[in-house]
T-cell receptor, first 113, second 112 residues
């Protein structure tokens, strides 16, 4: 079974731009969660999608948004990028809600110049 | 708000030593789940264990064991006879209805 796939692996953007990150969950998994990982703040929960609906949302500004498609693939979008958005963005999938074991992807490393 | 505290930022041991990673959590929810994940140097987080709030039974899996105590809101993780391959960052996490919270992680270095 293929694992969680995140694309792209690396991304460099400048302030003010927007970015879209993609996540393909493990086949059969209906829940996709997104996390931001930084040295200073650690792993922070962004949001969770289940069956195309946002189930939970972390404490991030509205510039961070996401969606999930009918095939459970998910995208995360960040608009008006700020330097502080530089981070490793991790996607995780699980069969049910995120209270079940999650399988993580390798992440997308986003650098803002 | 929920909180997960891993007070140990870094731990260094020599192979074959036992090591315990501490995790203390705060939540007002009565139903919640606790997790441990490992992030090896390669980067991808790997699930180790899940416990729900109604199951305080301790668990042992090989060299790994977990001690869940609701009375002290702790979910500690012990590695017996550690190996170099146990090196990595270990995260404790708490999930309830509306929130998913990770601790800051404990970096474990096992030296040969």
């Amino acid at each position: 079974k293929a694992g969680v796939t995140q694309t792209p692996r690396y991304l460099i953007k400048t302030r003010g731009q927007q970015v879209t990150l993609s996540c393909s969950p493990i086949s059969g998994h209906r829940s996709v969660s997104w996390y931001q990982q930084t040295p200073g703040q650690g792993l922070q929960f962004l949001f969770e999608y289940f069956s195309e609906t946002q189930r939970n949302k972390g404490n991030f500004p509205g510039r961070f948004s996401g969606r999930q498609f009918s095939n459970s693939r998910s995208e995360m979008n960040v608009s008006t990028l700020e330097l502080g958005d530089s981070a490793l963005y991790l996607c995780a999938s699980s069969e049910g809600y995120s209270n079940q074991p999650q399988h993580f992807g390798d992440g997308t490393r986003l650098s803002i110049l | 708000a929920q909180k997960v505290t891993q007070a140990q930022t870094e731990i260094s041991v020599v192979e074959k030593e036992d090591v315990t990673l501490d995790c203390v959590y705060e939540t007002r929810d009565t139903t919640y789940y606790l997790f441990w994940y490992k992030q090896p140097p390669s980067g991808e987080l790997v699930f180790l264990i899940r416990r729900n709030s109604f199951d305080e039974q301790n668990e042992i899996s090989g060299r790994y064991s977990w001690n869940f105590q609701k009375s002290t809101s702790s979910f500690n993780f012990t590695i017996t006879a550690s190996l170099v391959v146990d090196s990595g960052v270990y995260f404790c996490a708490l999930s309830s209805v509306n929130d998913m919270r990770f601790g800051a992680g404990t970096r474990l270095t096992v030296k040969p």
